[in-house]
């Protein structure tokens, strides 16, 4: 309920002040805050899915994958032309697409010799 201003009569003056530059502080602040929230997640996701969609050496590619080295790899390569299908050769250099990769270790599971099943 509004009341009645003493100093100019017929004018009502309310009872709660609004301080609007603090509301307005206040409002900037927040959404500044939202903003940079939603900015850092987007940077982490896009980095994540960066990550999975990198080109790596036959180095980086056995190692991923668990072959003790680059040669045992290349073995496994020239036997199974479904993971050599994997791979891009760039020259005498092959590259392989961690997410292709990774894809294949889903599907084809390693087991060891001698390892109960």
């Not at 850092?40 to 668990?66: I, N, P, V, Y």
Request: with cysteine; net charge positive.
């Amino acid at each position: 309920m509004a009341q009645r201003n003493p100093t100019s009569p017929g004018t009502l003056s309310p009872i709660v002040s609004l301080d609007l530059g603090a509301l307005l502080e206040q409002f900037r602040e927040t959404t500044h805050q939202a903003a940079y929230e939603g900015t850092r997640q987007a940077l982490a996701e896009s980095a994540a899915r960066a990550s999975r969609d990198c080109w790596l050496s036959s180095a980086q590619a056995a190692e991923l994958l668990g072959y003790p080295s680059q040669a045992a790899f290349k073995q496994a390569r020239n036997r199974n032309p479904e993971l050599a299908a994997l791979g891009m050769k760039h020259g005498k250099l092959w590259r392989f697409r961690r997410a292709d990769l990774e894809g294949f270790m889903s599907a084809h599971p390693r087991t060891r010799k001698g390892a109960e099943s």
